[in-house]
């Protein structure tokens, strides 16, 4: 079955550009996770969302960082006023369950990079 | 200090070899652990959740130390497949932040 998707890929901005990047969970899952990945790096957590709540945004740098995910399913990660820190991979994963101590299936990642 | 510490290697080991990784967590209130694989460029796999009991999986022996703080995966008879970065995954009670290590890396050479 299809896995994580994540879109764009690759994405370039200037500094200060707004950008917004995509996930699509595996159908059906309950769990969102956002994190962000700097190279050498293991991923450092954002945001969870069950279901439409966004239960947890503790990790969220600032308040440059929203996400969402209005009807349960898509979900954005929008990012405003970019900066060269914000370069980054940025992984999504979803979860069957309602709780985060189940496996965690992550999609490819967006690469995002700040010039 | 960080919450979750791995020795980032890399450990450079022998097909055929037996390999050893431990990380350490700081919250005593830790209640879940994984380990996750992470080939280069992309994104991390689970290789194992870790029981309080210890498990195992073929050549892979996950066991948890929890007076100590913390846990330990064990690859025996490495591959050239088993060339990644292995990330150690804690989850604190009560909580969804899901903390990972910065990943230790292994090379295993033919």
């Known amino acids: 079955g299809a896995g994580v998707s994540q879109s764009p890929r690759y994405k370039v901005a200037k500094r200060g550009q707004d950008v917004a990047l995509r996930c699509d969970p595996i159908s059906g899952h309950v769990s969102l996770f956002w994190y962000q990945q700097a190279l050498g790096q293991g991923p450092e957590f954002l945001t969870y969302?069950?279901?439409?709540?966004?239960?947890?945004k503790s990790g969220l740098p600032s308040d440059r960082f929203f996400a969402e995910r209005p009807e349960g399913s898509v979900s954005t990660l929008k990012i405003q006023r970019t900066q060269q820190e914000d370069s980054a991979v940025y992984l999504c994963?979803?979860?069957?369950?309602?709780?985060?101590?189940?496996?965690?299936?992550f999609g490819p990642g967006t690469r995002l990079t700040v010039t | 200090r960080k919450e979750v510490e791995q020795d980032p290697g890399p450990f450079n080991v022998p097909e055929g070899a037996t390999v050893a990784f431990n990380c350490t967590y700081s919250?005593?209130?830790?209640?879940?652990f994984f380990w996750y694989r992470q080939d280069c460029r992309k994104e991390p796999k689970l290789l194992m959740s870790v029981y309080s009991s210890g498990n195992e999986d073929g050549r892979f022996t996950a066991q948890l130390n929890r007076a100590s703080q913390y846990i330990s995966l064990l690859i025996r008879d490495s591959k050239l497949s088993d060339s990644a970065t292995y990330l150690c995954?804690?989850?604190?009670?009560?909580?969804?932040?899901?903390?990972f290590g910065a990943g230790t890396r292994l090379f295993v050479k033919a």
């Open positions: 969302f069950q279901n439409e709540a966004q239960l947890d």
């Open positions: 995954v804690v989850l604190n009670t009560g909580g969804f932040k899901t903390i």
């Open positions: 919250n005593s209130a830790s209640q879940s």
């Open positions: 994963a979803s979860s069957s369950q309602g709780v985060s101590a189940y496996e965690q299936y």
